[in-house]
């Protein structure tokens, strides 16, 4: 690997690289493409428009590469094949028999061979997309890189989602192969991933073989002309591979997310640019150095796990933490108690994660060590101030670096975010750009929104890690992404710069609701709501309005509810703020004082949900298996019948 020879470690520093990368992008990207490993090296850069009448993006299009390769094989011939390559914790803590193991790059490169030789000779070819719905163990991550070595696309659904959402993305990709396990362990709970897979495949059309790897060996059922048991036949295989050579726009993989309309969308990456974006960002915002050890705790079938799991640090030729299990089994110092176990360097996780932690109780993090922390990054969401202080304060000792980061499952790596080693951070605020993203703060019409003042995040040219389209539907990526600004990317976040420059995310804003003629961002409301110093978290939806054609309705969260005495001028007190903040037009016609938001296993607030319920609380509500807390549910229902 090409090594970066200058850190950054002021603010000039930084701006003169970033100024580059927006002036001459051909010059600043073509010098960092030269950190991965080309078979044939590329002469064109950057060849890229977001006009929606001749979108297109490609990025070192003459180049070809391998990314199994570059995340594996040029570590060996550089000779470091006995180093780390992933270090797996198991769910279970055992010290009589400790499950937890580490992996060689020599290792890791037998085992990706091992099974890319398995898919091939069950007929997986160059093209060809495979479904991997697998938990947090070592072969979800061969699976990947077997594919990337042969050159298929992977699809990677995370092992949370439902029979019906696994089967829709089988469906859509057309995929002939699934793998995954005979089952997963998370805490005291044994998910049975095989039955999942078998009742997802009665809803699909397609003819499709299972290769099911072994990790709980619990009874199951099993499909003889179908099923196919990995580890009986890994054995035979051998541990040499060729690797495919691939053209860098040539598809790595495919993710999908949750679209408006309820259909997932297929988000696209391809091979050279998201590789060349994913170690750099890797190497830059996290301040790595040969030899740490990196724990990003993501899921592997979200795009932090794969950009910050698999594909940034093994392309750097880190060491990388796989974690199965869940942060507070058997207590709640696990992830600490982690760190010191195996002298974590890097630490990357999410807001929701934290305030489960911190809900706790400081002893169970200062009770541990954490001695070798020096980096603590944040993914997933906006950090609020007081939680940005706590992990800095009681986690980090107030020593290590914070790094809020922002970016999107389209954006394939981090697109703002302070940068470890120089002081960038503050509290409630993503920062500045990382290098090639161009972002711009925009009102409704497009035009720039004053400082201080929240509107539309935009990007204005693209970056190495965009995403490519969204698969089998480039009109669904137009109309998406390029539409609803001339010339813009469109995040459907909100954002805001404040009088240093710094810039905060306020949530998402393509959720635009006409109200009385007005359009009325529900994050906008939301924002507001949340400013308030009682209140906790909230959700803004539509609903069907005599008058207005659509009302407001605002499900809000108190941090301290039980002191409430009056909840009807406590609801008028909330009006009354919204109409100071934001004007009359976007006060909530009615507000529902709850105890939970419905979200899902990753924090994310199912507003779908709210929305049906808001319109008739007897609503059919669909498939509510990948929500972490249902019983907010039937409480929301019960304040709704009241």
Same mark, same amino acid.
């Given at each position: ?14 701006q ?5 990368s ?13 950190r991965? +490993? ?6 064109? #850069? ?31 011939e550089d000779?470091?094949g006995?180093?780390?390559a ?19 790059y ?10 890319a ?6 007929? #997986? ?6 479904? @991997?719905?697998?938990p ?13 070595? @042969? ?19 089988? #469906?859509d ?19 049975d ?22 990790r ?18 890994a ?18 993989f495919?993710l ?15 091979t ?71 002298g ?7 807001p ?23 980096v ?10 007081d ?12 020593r ?8 999107q ?12 080693g ?5 509290a409630? +605020? ?40 969204v ?54 409301v ?22 207005k ?16 005495t ?17 004007g ?29 319920l ?16 249902q019983?907010s549910?039937?409480k ?7």
């Amino acid at each position: 690997m090409k090594k970066q020879e200058n850190k950054i470690y002021t603010q000039e520093h930084y701006q003169e690289m970033y100024n580059l990368s927006i002036t001459d992008p051909n010059k600043f990207w073509g010098e960092a493409g030269k950190r991965l +490993s080309w078979i044939k090296p590329y002469t064109k #850069v950057k060849d890229t428009s977001f006009d929606l009448e001749d979108l297109h993006i490609k990025w070192f299009e003459d180049g070809t590469l391998n990314a199994c390769y570059n995340a594996v094989d040029r570590h060996i011939e550089d000779g470091h094949g006995d180093n780390i390559a992933i270090i797996w914790e198991s769910n279970f803590v055992n010290e009589e028999n400790d499950e937890s193991y580490k992996i060689t790059y020599n290792e890791l490169k037998k085992n990706v061979c091992r099974f890319a030789n398995t898919l091939k000779d069950l007929g #997986v070819r160059r093209g060809d997309i495979v479904t @991997i719905y697998m938990p947090m163990v070592p072969e979800t991550v061969y699976a990947m890189l077997a594919c990337a070595r @042969i050159g298929a696309i992977h699809s990677v659904v995370f092992s949370g989602f439902s029979a019906e959402s696994l089967s829709k993305r089988i #469906v859509d990709t057309n995929s002939k192969i699934i793998i995954t396990t005979d089952g997963s362990y998370r805490g005291d709970k044994v998910i049975d991933l095989k039955s999942i897979v078998d009742k997802a495949l009665e809803m699909t059309p397609v003819t499709n073989k299972v290769l099911v790897c072994g990790r709980t060996n619990k009874p199951m059922s099993w499909n003889g002309e179908r099923d196919i048991w990995y580890n009986s036949i890994a054995k035979y295989m051998s541990d040499e591979c060729e690797i495919e050579e691939m053209h860098a726009e040539d598809p790595l993989f495919i993710l999908y997310t949750s679209g408006s309309t309820g259909t997932p969308k297929g988000i696209m990456h391809t091979t050279g640019g998201y590789l060349v974006y994913a170690s750099m960002t890797h190497e830059y915002a996290f301040d790595y150095k040969e030899g740490d050890i990196f724990w990003c705790t993501a899921d592997i079938g979200w795009i932090t796990g794969h950009s910050y799991l698999v594909y940034g640090p093994l392309t750097n030729g880190a060491t990388t933490l796989i974690f199965e299990g869940v942060p507070n089994y058997p207590c709640c110092s696990r992830v600490w108690n982690i760190c010191d176990k195996y002298g974590v360097n890097i630490l990357y996780t999410a807001p929701t994660l934290l305030r489960i932690l911190k809900k706790e109780g400081d002893f169970f993090v200062t009770n541990t060590s954490r001695s070798s922390l020096r980096v603590l990054g944040s993914v997933g969401e906006p950090m609020q101030a007081d939680l940005w202080q706590w992990y800095n304060d009681v986690v980090g000792n107030n020593r290590c670096d914070i790094i809020d980061t922002w970016w999107q499952t389209e954006g394939g790596g981090i697109m703002i975010s302070p940068l470890a080693g120089f002081k960038q951070s503050k509290a409630g +605020s993503v920062s500045f750009p990382f290098f090639g993203i161009n972002p711009y703060i925009v009102d409704n019409d497009g035009k720039p929104a004053p400082n201080g003042t929240e509107g539309n995040l935009v990007i204005k040219d693209s970056w190495p890690g965009q995403a490519r389209t969204v698969y089998k539907n480039l009109e669904r990526f137009k109309n998406g992404y390029f539409s609803t600004f001339k010339n813009f990317f469109f995040s459907g976040d909100g954002a805001y710069t404040d009088q240093d420059g710094y810039i905060h995310i306020t949530g998402r804003v393509d959720d635009i609701i006409n109200v009385s003629g007005h359009r009325v961002s529900t994050a906008g409301v939301e924002f507001a709501l949340n400013s308030n110093p009682n209140v906790a978290e909230s959700a803004v939806v539509g609903f069907p309005h005599e008058i207005k054609g659509t009302g407001l309705g605002a499900f809000v969260v108190m941090k301290s509810i039980d002191s409430i005495t009056d909840f009807k001028a406590t609801k008028n007190e909330l009006k009354s703020w919204v109409r100071k903040k934001n004007g009359p037009t976007e006060v909530p016609d009615v507000i529902y004082i709850v105890e939970d938001l419905p979200k899902t296993r990753s924090g994310k607030i199912i507003r779908r949900i709210l929305r049906k319920l808001a319109e008739d609380p007897k609503s059919e509500l669909g498939d509510l298996s990948t929500l972490s807390n249902q019983d907010s549910i039937h409480k929301i229902i019960d304040i709704l019948a009241q």
